[in-house]
């Protein structure tokens, strides 16, 4: 579900995130150093920071410079982040107060409660870095073992099940998910997979840095696997091998655009009809291994794929197969293994994919572990200290500010039938809220964690969850589940679901501040919220119902205006020119600036609202500005980054989001009340003759 997801690859928000990516790890990763310099102390910035803004730009030539001109003098990219902008400054805010939360937790003795015992345990493990080179490869020995125990194909189903189990997604993805069509049941779900790279096209495009950074994949994997005891000349080979089956997989893949598109990876079928496309795989072994449930159907979510991977397993050989699936397993733990792999995994996927120049502190660290590992049970400790009841009841009020102002923006839509307005009204009132952390937290009660097993902590904190989504297969849905964890800096909408989520860790300053104005919050985590609902109508989620399940509730009619209209904003994104040669890829960004022009529609409306009961005189200027400009100006200071070029030009190829500069412009360009609240003239920079709406 990550791609419906807010912020994805807002890198900080995953780090923190229970699913952690190869990138996650590789920000986060880990190089132990002998001096181990203290970390920064970080405070917290307002809701509105002056400094950042550049007065002498003119705001209806270039908004984002007026807004966040000064940002980057004033937040130079910290060595250990590829950039930064307000969800990183949070994002180490928070790290920061687990971190000492852990501290605490790790140092107690006595009288420690079972989930402290496993927070403070994998704390401290996680830490011992002088353990963690002591015992080298021996934490993973029997995986290991088990790669170079296959002998004989017809082995590879269970060491591919053994190894996803623990996380290692080889060769494809298995997991649960709802079944598109009927959100109330959860079922198995395959997709393509087993890249080491973002996503396809770094294996395809043959570009001069393309290139390049393929070489340095190539070089990168033989140097793992050296490291892991492979003679360099054999390793080397092996490499290039890899980088070949990889590149097989990924011509066999679907683009990340398609991936994108539930009807595209919606394909329910009989298990014995699945694996005619997959000859030679037995699947019953690999289920076994991975520890399924036996299911009778499955979503095949890639068909296309099978026939590739059936290929590419019939022909290369077995040296390689097993070289491959080392690899993965090298780069799942590397952060929890000796400083040489960490330092090698650091340097391919976080410096040379991210231009990330070094780690942060190993603290900082082991902390986004512990939350990745046992986020619901750190959480807990974590809501307590810094999330109130009064954020609580403010986030309510402007929730359902914001759902108010949706359902008045539809009966406004005058190419919209009525019959579809109905249907949409009534999708709108089934949207579930949920603010900050689960009303029901998780049971950790059955995972084992050692007090001297980094890597071991981790792989069975990866089984524990592998299993634990794995056994809701069959099972009635759980509403009140989380997928993130309650001090992520991110919120999502879930279209099986239906639902908007906020974890209590993007309810902070500067997003939302309790001692900034109305106008200022509403712009800046109003336009948050308003995102996330929209995603609920975007050229994804309108396929669903308020159910949850995909059904075209659009007349025909209505959906070809729909479609037009977001064609409109395909073409305004794809004139956008990112970095270099890379323009924006208007058609995978097209959800999420959807999301972004109707969250920013809806929460101006929903200011304007509230400022209205309130009697606020909206003439009245503070500090020299409207409210109305405040509201734009926090909308605008969302976004405000500073970035190395190698991490948006890697955004740009397999985000879909647009780079945060653009999201400001792409959307201010579309709204007459911010081009009224400046006083902006037709034709100006930000109030170009065309202009797109769809919500
Ligand atoms: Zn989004």
Known sequence: ????????????????????????????????????????????????????????????????????????????????????????????????????????????????????????????????????????????????????????????????????????????????????????????????????????????????????????????????????????????????????????????????????????????????????????????????????????????????????????????????????????????????????????????????????????????????????????????????????????????????????????DIDTRDWMSAETKQQAKQKLHLVANKIGYPDKWRDYSTLEVRPEDAAGNLLRANEFENDRQLNKIGKPVDRGEWLMSPPTVNAYYDPSMNDINFPAGILQPAFYDKNASDAVNYGHIGSIIGHELTHGFDDEGRKFDGKGNLSDWWTAEDAKQYEQRGQCLVDEYSSFTAVDDVKLNGKLTLGENTADNGGLTLAFMAYMQRARMQHVDLTARQDGYTPAQHFFRGFAQNYCETAHPELVRTEVLSDPHSPDDLRVRGVLQNQPDFAAAFGCKKGSPMVPANSCRVW
């Open 1 to 408: 579900m990550g791609h419906w997801r807010w912020k994805t690859s807002g890198v900080w928000g995953l780090m923190a995130a229970a699913v952690l990516a190869g990138l996650a790890q590789a920000q986060s990763g880990t190089v132990q150093t002998a001096t181990r310099p203290l970390p920064p102390v970080y405070v917290p910035t307002p809701g509105f920071d002056a400094k950042d803004m550049d007065p002498s730009v003119d705001p209806c030539t270039d908004f984002y410079k007026f807004a966040c001109g000064k940002y980057a003098a004033n937040h130079p990219i910290p060595a250990d982040a590829p950039m930064m902008d307000p969800f990183y400054e949070v994002f180490n805010i928070n790290n920061q107060s687990l971190a000492k939360i852990l501290k605490d937790v790790a140092a107690k003795t006595t009288g420690r409660t079972p989930e402290e015992q496993k927070i403070g345990d994998y704390y401290n493990a996680c830490m011992d870095v002088d353990t963690i080179e002591k015992r080298g490869l021996a934490p993973i020995a029997s995986y290991l073992a088990a790669i170079d125990g296959v002998h004989d194909k017809a082995q590879l189903a269970k060491v591919i099940g053994t190894l996803q189990r623990v996380n290692v997604d080889v060769f494809f993805g298995y997991g649960e998910q709802q079944d598109f069509k009927d959100a109330t049941k959860q079922i198995a779900s395959i997709s393509q997979g087993g890249l080491g790279l973002p996503e396809k096209d770094y294996y395809l495009r043959t570009g001069e840095k393309d290139r390049t950074l393929l070489q340095q994949y190539d070089a990168h994997i033989a140097k793992m696997l050296t490291l892991a005891g492979t003679p360099a000349d054999k390793a080397a080979q092996q490499a290039s091998k890899v980088v070949a089956l990889e590149t097989a997989l990924a011509k066999g893949s679907m683009s990340i655009t398609d991936m994108r598109d539930p009807e595209k990876t919606y394909h329910l079928k009989p298990v014995a009809e699945f694996e005619h496309t997959l000859s030679g795989f037995e699947f019953g072994a690999f289920e076994r291994e991975v520890h399924s449930p036996q299911v009778t159907e499955l979503n095949d979510a890639t068909p296309q794929f099978w026939p590739v991977l059936t290929q590419v397993l019939a022909t290369t050989d077995l040296d390689t197969l097993q070289a491959y699936m080392r690899y993965h397993l090298l780069t799942a733990v590397a952060s929890r293994l000796p400083k040489a792999f960490d330092e090698e995994n650091f340097d391919f996927n976080a410096r040379k994919l991210y231009g990330t120049q070094q780690p942060r502190s190993r603290d900082r660290r082991c902390s986004v572990w512990v939350d990745s590992a046992m986020g619901e049970a750190l959480g807990k400790l974590w809501v307590e200290q810094y999330f109130s009841a009064e954020s609580k009841a403010k986030m309510l009020q402007m929730v359902g500010d914001i759902e108010a102002a949706m359902e008045r």
